[in-house]
Protein backbone atom coordinates (compact mmCIF):
# COMPACT_ATOMS: atom_id res chain seq x y z
CA UNK A 1 0.00 0.00 0.00
CA UNK A 2 1.40 3.46 -0.99
CA UNK A 3 1.70 6.12 2.19
CA UNK A 4 1.50 9.38 0.11
CA UNK A 5 0.20 8.94 -3.59
CA UNK A 6 -0.09 11.44 -6.38
CA UNK A 7 -1.64 11.66 -9.18
CA UNK A 8 -0.63 11.90 -12.06
CA UNK A 9 2.92 11.24 -12.34
CA UNK A 10 3.85 13.03 -15.14
CA UNK A 11 1.94 16.04 -16.86
CA UNK A 12 2.84 17.62 -20.32
CA UNK A 13 0.55 20.42 -21.34
CA UNK A 14 0.71 23.62 -23.32
CA UNK A 15 1.23 27.29 -21.54
CA UNK A 16 -1.93 28.74 -20.54
CA UNK A 17 -3.48 25.62 -19.78
CA UNK A 18 -4.91 24.67 -16.31
CA UNK A 19 -4.21 21.43 -14.83
CA UNK A 20 -4.42 19.32 -11.40
CA UNK A 21 -2.65 17.17 -9.31
CA UNK A 22 -3.94 15.26 -7.05
CA UNK A 23 -2.29 13.56 -3.27
CA UNK A 24 -3.55 11.01 -0.73
CA UNK A 25 -2.16 9.86 2.40
CA UNK A 26 -3.22 6.82 3.95
CA UNK A 27 -0.67 7.17 6.78
CA UNK A 28 -3.53 8.82 9.31
CA UNK A 29 -1.10 12.46 9.48
CA UNK A 30 -2.18 15.69 10.16
CA UNK A 31 -0.40 17.59 7.79
CA UNK A 32 0.18 17.69 4.16
CA UNK A 33 2.26 19.91 2.28
CA UNK A 34 3.31 20.78 -1.60
CA UNK A 35 6.60 21.01 -2.48
CA UNK A 36 8.44 22.10 -5.91
CA UNK A 37 11.36 21.13 -6.98
CA UNK A 38 13.20 22.94 -9.83
CA UNK A 39 15.61 21.40 -12.12
CA UNK A 40 18.80 21.98 -10.50
CA UNK A 41 17.01 19.94 -7.29
CA UNK A 42 16.04 22.72 -4.93
CA UNK A 43 13.59 21.51 -2.65
CA UNK A 44 10.96 24.14 -1.63
CA UNK A 45 7.61 24.60 0.57
CA UNK A 46 4.69 26.09 -1.50
CA UNK A 47 1.75 24.95 0.79
CA UNK A 48 1.05 23.75 4.01
CA UNK A 49 -2.59 22.34 5.65
CA UNK A 50 -3.37 21.03 9.17
CA UNK A 51 -6.77 19.34 9.25
CA UNK A 52 -7.72 20.87 6.51
CA UNK A 53 -6.98 24.38 7.06
CA UNK A 54 -3.89 26.02 5.33
CA UNK A 55 -1.08 26.94 7.83
CA UNK A 56 2.04 27.62 5.26
CA UNK A 57 1.70 29.75 2.16
CA UNK A 58 4.70 30.83 1.15
CA UNK A 59 5.54 33.38 -1.71
CA UNK A 60 3.38 31.25 -4.62
CA UNK A 61 1.56 32.91 -7.66
CA UNK A 62 -2.43 33.31 -7.00
CA UNK A 63 -2.11 30.77 -10.05
CA UNK A 64 -1.73 27.96 -7.72
CA UNK A 65 -4.51 27.27 -5.24
CA UNK A 66 -4.46 24.15 -3.17
CA UNK A 67 -7.69 22.45 -1.93
CA UNK A 68 -8.02 20.01 1.10
CA UNK A 69 -11.29 18.29 1.43
CA UNK A 70 -10.61 16.34 3.90
CA UNK A 71 -7.06 15.76 6.01
CA UNK A 72 -5.97 12.87 4.11
CA UNK A 73 -6.33 14.59 0.67
CA UNK A 74 -4.50 17.78 -0.55
CA UNK A 75 -4.89 18.99 -4.20
CA UNK A 76 -3.14 21.44 -6.17
CA UNK A 77 -4.86 23.58 -9.20
CA UNK A 78 -2.94 25.46 -11.47
CA UNK A 79 -4.36 28.01 -13.72
CA UNK A 80 -2.64 29.62 -16.69
CA UNK A 81 0.27 27.94 -16.51
CA UNK A 82 3.75 28.95 -17.85
CA UNK A 83 7.21 27.77 -18.75
CA UNK A 84 8.37 28.50 -15.39
CA UNK A 85 6.19 25.99 -14.13
CA UNK A 86 7.97 23.52 -15.42
CA UNK A 87 8.86 21.30 -12.37
CA UNK A 88 8.65 18.33 -10.26
CA UNK A 89 6.02 18.99 -7.60
CA UNK A 90 6.00 16.96 -4.45
CA UNK A 91 2.85 16.09 -2.22
CA UNK A 92 4.03 14.76 1.98
CA UNK A 93 2.60 14.64 4.71
CA UNK A 94 3.65 14.06 8.59
CA UNK A 95 2.28 13.75 11.92
CA UNK A 96 2.35 17.29 13.91
CA UNK A 97 5.89 16.80 14.38
CA UNK A 98 7.78 14.13 13.46
CA UNK A 99 9.21 12.68 9.93
CA UNK A 100 8.08 13.82 6.57
CA UNK A 101 7.16 11.23 3.98
CA UNK A 102 7.14 12.10 0.39
CA UNK A 103 4.53 11.16 -2.54
CA UNK A 104 6.23 9.58 -5.77
CA UNK A 105 6.53 13.05 -7.26
CA UNK A 106 4.26 14.26 -10.07
CA UNK A 107 6.79 15.72 -13.25
CA UNK A 108 5.48 19.04 -14.51
CA UNK A 109 6.45 20.17 -18.41
CA UNK A 110 4.83 23.31 -19.74
CA UNK A 111 5.00 23.45 -23.46
CA UNK B 1 14.91 32.69 7.59
CA UNK B 2 17.38 29.78 8.67
CA UNK B 3 20.48 29.21 6.02
CA UNK B 4 21.29 25.52 5.33
CA UNK B 5 24.44 24.89 3.99
CA UNK B 6 25.90 20.77 2.75
CA UNK B 7 28.92 20.15 2.25
CA UNK B 8 30.77 18.60 0.09
CA UNK B 9 28.36 19.30 -2.95
CA UNK B 10 29.27 16.25 -4.80
CA UNK B 11 31.18 12.87 -3.67
CA UNK B 12 32.22 9.91 -5.91
CA UNK B 13 33.34 6.88 -3.37
CA UNK B 14 34.70 3.40 -4.50
CA UNK B 15 31.83 1.15 -3.22
CA UNK B 16 33.51 -0.13 0.67
CA UNK B 17 34.44 3.13 1.61
CA UNK B 18 32.95 5.60 4.46
CA UNK B 19 31.93 9.22 4.67
CA UNK B 20 30.57 11.90 6.21
CA UNK B 21 27.99 14.84 5.14
CA UNK B 22 27.70 17.85 6.83
CA UNK B 23 24.72 20.19 7.57
CA UNK B 24 25.30 23.52 9.17
CA UNK B 25 22.41 25.98 9.59
CA UNK B 26 22.39 29.25 10.77
CA UNK B 27 19.85 28.93 13.42
CA UNK B 28 18.45 27.21 16.68
CA UNK B 29 15.79 24.67 15.27
CA UNK B 30 13.35 22.23 16.66
CA UNK B 31 13.47 19.74 13.74
CA UNK B 32 15.95 18.10 11.29
CA UNK B 33 15.56 15.32 8.93
CA UNK B 34 18.02 14.00 6.50
CA UNK B 35 16.32 12.52 2.93
CA UNK B 36 17.83 10.53 0.36
CA UNK B 37 16.43 11.20 -2.77
CA UNK B 38 17.40 8.17 -5.42
CA UNK B 39 18.26 8.36 -9.18
CA UNK B 40 14.51 7.99 -9.74
CA UNK B 41 13.52 10.42 -7.78
CA UNK B 42 11.98 9.19 -5.21
CA UNK B 43 12.53 10.97 -1.65
CA UNK B 44 13.13 8.57 1.42
CA UNK B 45 13.17 9.88 4.76
CA UNK B 46 16.20 8.59 6.16
CA UNK B 47 16.33 10.29 10.22
CA UNK B 48 14.00 12.72 12.27
CA UNK B 49 17.13 14.29 14.25
CA UNK B 50 17.14 17.32 15.78
CA UNK B 51 19.29 16.26 18.63
CA UNK B 52 21.35 13.45 19.19
CA UNK B 53 22.31 10.38 17.66
CA UNK B 54 20.81 8.14 15.50
CA UNK B 55 21.66 4.98 13.34
CA UNK B 56 20.18 2.88 11.01
CA UNK B 57 22.43 0.10 9.35
CA UNK B 58 25.17 1.31 7.73
CA UNK B 59 23.94 4.58 7.95
CA UNK B 60 23.85 7.02 11.30
CA UNK B 61 23.51 10.53 11.80
CA UNK B 62 24.11 12.89 14.41
CA UNK B 63 22.79 16.47 15.35
CA UNK B 64 24.26 19.14 17.81
CA UNK B 65 22.03 21.75 17.94
CA UNK B 66 23.77 23.98 19.93
CA UNK B 67 26.31 24.21 17.56
CA UNK B 68 24.20 24.03 14.73
CA UNK B 69 25.30 21.35 12.78
CA UNK B 70 24.37 17.45 11.49
CA UNK B 71 26.26 15.27 10.38
CA UNK B 72 25.38 11.92 8.04
CA UNK B 73 27.97 8.81 8.16
CA UNK B 74 27.61 6.53 5.48
CA UNK B 75 29.83 3.20 5.96
CA UNK B 76 30.66 0.37 3.78
CA UNK B 77 28.93 2.90 1.05
CA UNK B 78 26.86 0.59 -1.67
CA UNK B 79 26.01 1.81 -5.35
CA UNK B 80 22.59 1.68 -4.17
CA UNK B 81 23.59 4.49 -1.79
CA UNK B 82 23.80 7.59 -5.12
CA UNK B 83 21.51 10.02 -5.40
CA UNK B 84 21.06 13.31 -3.62
CA UNK B 85 21.46 13.51 0.06
CA UNK B 86 19.58 16.51 1.66
CA UNK B 87 19.24 17.71 4.81
CA UNK B 88 16.24 20.28 6.25
CA UNK B 89 16.06 21.93 9.56
CA UNK B 90 13.34 23.90 10.79
CA UNK B 91 10.88 25.28 13.88
CA UNK B 92 8.95 22.54 12.86
CA UNK B 93 7.56 19.69 10.46
CA UNK B 94 5.57 22.68 9.13
CA UNK B 95 8.24 24.50 7.37
CA UNK B 96 11.91 22.36 6.58
CA UNK B 97 14.18 24.20 5.04
CA UNK B 98 16.22 22.01 2.56
CA UNK B 99 19.87 22.28 1.84
CA UNK B 100 21.23 22.06 -1.84
CA UNK B 101 22.04 18.59 -1.00
CA UNK B 102 25.24 16.52 -1.60
CA UNK B 103 25.48 14.50 -4.87
CA UNK B 104 26.80 10.66 -4.09
CA UNK B 105 27.90 8.83 -6.68
CA UNK B 106 29.24 5.41 -5.62
CA UNK B 107 30.97 3.56 -7.99
CA UNK B 108 31.49 -0.42 -8.13
Known amino acids: DTAVSQTPKYLVTQMGNDKSIKCEQN?????MYWYKQDSKKFLKIMFS???????INETVPNRFSPKSPDKAHLNLHINSLELGDSAVYFC??????????FGEGSRLTVL | GIQVEQSPPDLILQEGANSTLRCNFS?????LQWFHQNPWGQLINLFY???GTKQNGRLSATTVATERYSLLYISSSQTTDSGVYFC??????????FGSGTRLLVRP
Open chain 1, 92 to 101: ASSPLTGELF
Open chain 1, 27 to 31: LGHDT
Open chain 1, 49 to 55: YNNKELI
Open chain 2, 27 to 31: DSVNN
Open chain 2, 49 to 51: IPS
Open chain 2, 88 to 97: APGGSSYKLI
